[in-house]
Nanobody, 124 residues
C-alpha cells in the first residue's frame, strides 16, 4: 500500500509562486505514474499534471498554460509541482495521486492511491 503526503500549500498573492511536494512511502516509487489534481470550492476534482514512471513524459491541463511544472525525484520518493504566476482561480485543494500502471494518468479512476490534499489559496 502506497501512502502519499502533500505539503507546501499556503496563502499567496496573485502572481506569486508555490512549490508543492508529495512524499510517498510503502511501495516501489520508481514504478509509479504520478499526478496532481485539484478541487476548487464548489467544483469537481480536476486533473492538473502527470508524469510517467521514467519521468520522460509529462502532461498538463490546458489551464496550466506553461505556468506549472511537474517533476519527480525517484531517489527521494517525491513528486513536486512548481506553480508560477498563480491566479485567484488556482485556489483549490491540491491532491497527489499515484498509478500502479506507471503511466502518466489524467483521469481520477486511473490512479490507485491518493493523498489527503494541501490547500492553496491565491488572493487577488
Amino acid at each position: 500500500q502506497v501512502q502519499l503526503v502533500e505539503s507546501g500549500g499556503g496563502l499567496v498573492q496573485a502572481g506569486a509562486s508555490l512549490r508543492l511536494s508529495c512524499a510517498a512511502s510503502g511501495g516501489t516509487f520508481s514504478n509509479l505514474g504520478l499526478a496532481w489534481f485539484r478541487r476548487a470550492p464548489g467544483k469537481e476534482r480536476e486533473f492538473v499534471a502527470s508524469i510517467m514512471w521514467t519521468g520522460g513524459m509529462t502532461f498538463y491541463a490546458d489551464f496550466v498554460q506553461g505556468r506549472f511544472t511537474i517533476s519527480r525525484d525517484n531517489a527521494k520518493n517525491t513528486v513536486d509541482l512548481e506553480m508560477n504566476n498563480l491566479k485567484a482561480e488556482d485556489t483549490a485543494v491540491y491532491f497527489c495521486a499515484a498509478a500502479r500502471s506507471g503511466l502518466a494518468r489524467k483521469k481520477e479512476a486511473e490512479n490507485d492511491y491518493w493523498g489527503q490534499g494541501t490547500q492553496v489559496t491565491v488572493s487577488s
